[in-house]
């Protein structure tokens, strides 16, 4: 019998579930419309301020993992906790957890990746680095061929170490965060402003 996901070490769930890179596939922004349509359903009682795709499978025409990000941002006054337990009672297992971050993910499986693969991000507004990475590799189709140039490399080199594979990219990611932030100033912050006065009417 094989053990659950929670008496497996770090060690055997990377083993079982390597890094694994893919043609960009159009279906992904499919997948983000139906988690997104999901997440909206079991949160609606709760302060979203935006929901949104984020990582590889949201940059076009990119290798990228067969596995949908998804950002949840949520209103300061929000208990981050509570969302994350909703969740938790509906089938996404916590991966990560820190003060002002939680991660969940569904689609894993003690034998395998299932068909649909989701890594759930749960926010405060403006913790939104994704958002501007995102963007900018999509205006500029030269910077996301080397991004994707970049995790083709470090691929198999650190297929059954996520850790280490994140931790090589970010010197990359980094540098084009800070040039989108410079480019696109305070657009999503904007956003989340008014996104925020609209909750606090309704949440009243």
Known sequence: MKKELSGMTLEELWELFPIFLVPHDK????YFCEIKKTLTGLLSNQPIVRISHIGSTAIQGIWAKNIVDVMVEISEKADMKEIAHTLEQNGFIKMFSETNRISLNK?????????KVYHIHLRYAGDDD???FRDYLNEHPDIAKGYETLKLQ????YEHNRDAYTDAKLDFVRKWTAEARKKYGERYLQISKKSEKDLTRTFK
């Open 27 to 30: 279906k992904w922004n499919e």
């Open 107 to 115: 689609g894993y499986t003690k034998e395998e990746f299932a068909d």
């Open 130 to 132: 994704e958002l501007y």
């Open 154 to 157: 470090l691929w198999k080199q």
